[in-house]
């Protein structure tokens, strides 16, 4: 919370003068968060604008529930609900299924991992479809669920499972929360994934490193999400200076054929499969580019 876009969207949605809670599992960063949106609050002299914050651990449903409970008691209703957490260290697979459970490694992975699946409980807490508080379908007005992941959640890179797999459970959720959301009798709540590129936050961004040219700002890539919730977008497939939509789609798209085409999962990597997937990318990038009346596509680095 302490850079990125959890306090990107925050700043822009208490500067239109929505009420903002944010919640973080450190102090410091949820301190520093809050006096942010406060002074953002005070400089647009906005009618309405308010902002509470509290410490959470997604990983215990207490946290969660309390939670709930006080953005309740203090506003009634919820009109958007971003659901994100990131687990920073980059773990492989062998670690998740064969490290010894006393291994601390082992465990930091199993918290981290529990938390991504306990952010289900998040969206259900704030009124999904759980038994107990069923509040963002019946809003009075329109709510927005949004679950924040990369592309790593469909292309899932080597080289740090964890992040893939929570940021697929993400994915999966979401889509589910759509799904149940549309069709539940008088809902006016939706679901949306939002997909971010490459975006410029974390410790790089906190120790005032300036941004990579291939990079998004966080106020950019927030700007994106709500033009797209706007026009009702499900998948919301953020780019960045360095890898456009088409490309991402396309990323996605030789994905999928692994199954469909009976390749060896994570082909894009595998050293039988680069050329053709280069050439694949080549090929469409190039056709696509043609179909625009366009010349060169620009800002492509790598494939």
């Known amino acids: ?156 890179p080597p080289g740090n499972a964890v992040y893939n797999v929570s940021k697929s459970a993400v994915k999966t959720l979401t889509e589910q929360l759509a799904h149940e959301l549309r069709n539940t009798p008088g809902s006016k709540c939706t679901a949306h994934l939002f997909i971010p590129g490459w975006v410029h936050t974390g410790d790089r961004a906190r120790s005032g490193q300036p941004k990579p040219p291939g990079a998004w700002t966080p106020e950019q890539t927030v700007l994106y999400m709500l033009d797209k919730l706007a026009q009702g977008q499900f998948y919301i497939l953020c780019p960045d200076n360095d890898v456009s939509t088409e490309l991402d789609k396309l990323r996605i798209n030789w994905a999928l054929g692994d199954i469909l085409e009976d390749r060896p999962a994570l082909s894009r990597w595998h050293p039988e499969y680069k050329a053709r997937f280069d050439e694949y990318i080549k090929n469409n990038m190039g056709l696509k580019a043609r179909s625009r009346s366009r010349g060169r596509v620009g800002g492509m680095t790598e494939l």
């Open 1 to 156: 919370m302490q850079s990125g876009i959890g306090l990107a969207a925050a700043k822009t949605f208490a500067a239109k003068g929505m009420k903002v809670f944010l919640a973080d599992i450190h102090p410091e960063h949820l301190r520093t968060a809050g006096e942010q949106v406060e002074a953002v609050i005070a400089e647009n002299a906005v009618h309405g604008g308010e902002v509470e914050t509290m410490v959470v651990d997604v990983s215990k449903l207490e946290d969660v529930v309390r939670m709930k409970e006080k953005v309740i008691e203090l506003w009634g209703e919820v009109a958007i609900l971003m659901n994100n957490a990131s687990p920073s260290l980059p773990l492989h697979p062998h670690t998740i299924v064969f490290t010894n459970s006393r291994d601390p490694a082992y465990l930091g992975c199993k918290v981290r991992i529990r938390s991504y699946i306990l952010i289900g409980k998040v969206a259900r807490t704030a009124g999904a479809r759980m038994e107990q508080c069923p509040r963002c379908e019946f809003t009075r007005s329109r709510a927005w669920l949004c679950g924040i992941r990369s592309d790593h959640g469909i292309t899932t």
